[in-house]
C-alpha cells in the first residue's frame, strides 16, 4: 500500500509587534515554505490552549531588560510553567546584542528553554557557539546555544545564512 507522510504542522510564536524578532520570525517561516503547514501565532494574544493545539513549536523572543524575557512572553510564563509539554517538539530562535550586552547575551532563549524542558519538552534547534564573542548567556550548553542566535545590531549580514542553515536542520529534527 502507499504511504503517504503526512505534512508537519509547526506553529511559531512570536510577538508581532516587535521589529526585530518578527521579521526573523517571517523569514523563518518563509523558509519553511513547500515543506511544512506552518501557522504563525501572536504570543501577545495567546492562550494555553492556543500553544497546546501544536505538537511541533517554534517560538522566538528577544532578551530586554539586561537578561529578562520581553514583557509578552514573561506574562505567559505562569501558564507554561502549568503546563505538560510531554510529546512536544520546540525549536528556539532568539535576538540579541552580543556586544552590548555580553554578560546576558540571549538570556531569553534560555529562560524559555529551562522552562520548557523542566515541563518535559523535547528541544531542538541547538546551534554552535563558534562566531559568536559574548561573556556570558543563560543560553549557553557547552559549546552549543539551546536555539538559534541571531544579533541584528552586529552580525546582521549573518542572518539570512544563518536562518537557512537552522531551518534545514530542523525539518529534519521535528516529526
Ligand atoms: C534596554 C535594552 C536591553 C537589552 N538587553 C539585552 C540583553 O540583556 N541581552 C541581549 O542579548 N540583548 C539585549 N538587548 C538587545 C535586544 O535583544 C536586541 O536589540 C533585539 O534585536 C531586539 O529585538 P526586538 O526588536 O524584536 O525587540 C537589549 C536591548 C535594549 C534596548
Request: net charge negative; proline share 2%.
Amino acid at each position: 500500500m502507499l504511504k503517504i507522510n503526512p505534512v508537519k504542522k509547526i506553529g511559531i510564536v512570536y510577538s508581532f509587534n516587535t521589529n526585530k524578532t518578527s521579521k526573523i520570525g517571517k523569514k523563518i517561516a518563509d523558509a519553511f515554505e513547500g515543506s511544512a503547514e506552518v501557522e504563525m501565532v501572536n504570543v501577545e494574544d495567546i492562550t494555553a490552549d492556543r500553544f497546546l493545539q501544536f505538537d511541533n513549536l517554534v517560538c522566538g523572543t528577544a532578551t530586554w531588560f539586561d537578561g529578562e524575557l520581553p514583557n509578552h512572553w514573561d506574562e505567559f510564563v505562569p501558564d507554561l510553567e502549568e503546563m505538560d509539554l510531554k510529546g512536544k517538539t520546540i525549536a528556539l530562535f532568539g535576538l540579541g546584542d552580543q556586544k552590548g550586552y555580553p554578560e546576558n547575551f540571549l538570556d531569553g532563549v534560555g529562560i524559555l528553554a529551562e522552562i520548557f524542558e523542566a515541563r518535559g519538552a523535547s528541544m531542538v534547534g541547538f546551534t554552535s557557539t563558534e562566531g559568536y564573542s559574548y561573556e556570558s548567556s543563560r543560553a549557553e550548553r557547552g559549546d552549543q546555544f539551546c536555539g538559534l542566535a541571531i544579533d541584528y545590531e552586529s552580525q546582521g549580514s549573518l542572518n539570512k545564512e544563518r536562518v537557512t542553515a537552522w531551518v534545514e536542520k530542523l525539518k529534519l529534527e521535528f516529526k
